[in-house]
């Protein structure tokens, strides 16, 4: 079973549409949860880090649930720049020490005028 | 912010020969290193865990003798990939964060070396 599974999508959704991703992993001691996105053929760049509470950075909101083991992601309003993999990213080491992380296939994301 | 550097960003090699891939922390000490690989339309896997100064941990199923890996300084890292075949052509990207304290969300990825075998 892989660390970390995400529907690879692809969502093709129009400009101004509301979207939503999800991923499950499978360690449950797992202590820190991210996202990020990822341009083809790029590195991966940090978008944000999901909290037990949620969390929400201007059209992008993270949700996290302990115990389904599972990460959610909306995009509010969406734009064509907001194109992109989204990569659900686990740190399964407890303590955070290690800076291990374990990334999900993605989720690609397509908008459209 | 943070930079981290990558060379070569793209190589084309023949098989059964070995490459080596640099990877810099431009601004910033990293105690701790990463290396991933990502085939396409995959995800990105962690290989292994570069530390400064001692050996490398490798996940399970890396071997690491193909990928050697050294950490001789706090700014530089390097993976060789050994006697390289067709199947070891990916995308590897290297990653880091500044200081010692693990704090992961200041963890800062490189731009990756594209190699492809012949």
């Known amino acids: 079973r892989k660390e970390v599974e995400q529907d690879p999508g692809p969502f093709n959704v129009p400009e101004g549409a509301t979207v939503a991703f999800n991923c499950t992993y499978s360690n449950s001691a797992s202590q820190s949860f991210f996202w990020y996105r990822q341009d083809c053929r790029k590195e991966p760049k940090l978008l944000m880090s999901v909290y037990s509470s949620g969390n929400e950075d201007g059209r992008f909101t993270a949700q996290l649930n302990r115990a389904s083991q599972y990460i959610s992601l909306l995009i509010r309003d969406s734009k064509l720049s907001d194109s992109a993999t989204y990569l659900c990213v686990v740190n399964p080491d407890r303590g955070s020490t290690l800076g291990r992380l374990y990334f999900g296939r993605g989720t690609q994301l397509t908008v459209w005028p | 912010g943070a930079v981290v550097s990558q060379h070569p960003s793209w190589v084309i090699c023949k098989s059964g020969t070995s490459v080596k891939i640099e990877c810099r922390s431009l601004?910033?000490?990293?105690?701790?290193m990463f290396w991933y690989r990502q085939f396409p339309k995959q995800s990105l896997m962690l290989m292994a865990t570069s530390n400064e100064g001692s050996k490398a941990t490798y996940e399970q199923g890396v071997e690491k003798d193909k990928f050697l890996i050294n950490h001789a300084s706090l700014t530089l890292s390097t993976l060789t990939v050994t006697s390289a075949h067709p199947e070891d052509s990916s995308f590897y990207i290297c990653?880091?964060?500044?200081?010692?304290?693990?704090?992961?969300?200041?963890?800062?990825f490189g731009p990756g070396t594209r190699l492809t075998v012949l």
């Open positions: 601004d910033f000490q990293a105690t701790t």
């Open positions: 990653s880091a964060f500044p200081g010692t304290s693990g704090f992961t969300d200041t963890q800062y």
